[in-house]
Nanobody
Framework: QVHLVESGGGSVKAGGSLRLSCAAS????????MGWWRQAPGKSREGIAF??????TTTYRDSVKGRFTISKDDNTLYLQMNNLKPEDTSMYYC?????????????????WGQGTQVTVSS
């Protein structure tokens, strides 16, 4: 079992910054990739940024490239968010997968945090 707890969300003005953190505990050695997802009301969940734990390769959604940075240490995943826009408003979730291909398609191999709210005003 892997436990993920997000923190760092809040309310900011457009152009501001936030740094989200995700504390991981449990059998974290079983996971291959970690990532940040978000879901706004009435919309589907979308992947924002991902990091492969061995290669450290990162991947970003086009809409956040140049503004968001994903990183991690041994126990914590981070998402630095700069130049925030109102359309970034959403619930943000930390996730980890035991799928070696990191497809995020199998719910049985994915662990999720409870989420942290990010609200960006104009």
């Amino acid at each position: 079992q892997v436990h993920l707890v997000e923190s760092g969300g809040g309310s900011v003005k457009a152009g501001g910054s936030l740094r989200l953190s995700c504390a991981a505990s449990g059998y974290t050695a079983s996971t291959y990739c970690m990532g940040w997802w978000r879901q706004a009301p009435g919309k589907s969940r979308e992947g924002i940024a991902f990091i492969e734990e061995e290669s450290t390769t990162t991947t970003y959604r086009d809409s956040v490239k140049g503004r968001f940075t994903i990183s991690k240490d041994d126990n914590t995943l981070y998402l630095q968010m700069n130049n925030l826009k109102p359309e970034d408003t959403s619930m943000y979730y930390c996730a980890a997968t035991t799928d070696i291909l990191c497809t995020w398609s199998n719910s049985d191999s994915t662990y999720w945090g409870q989420g942290t709210q990010v609200t960006v005003s104009s």
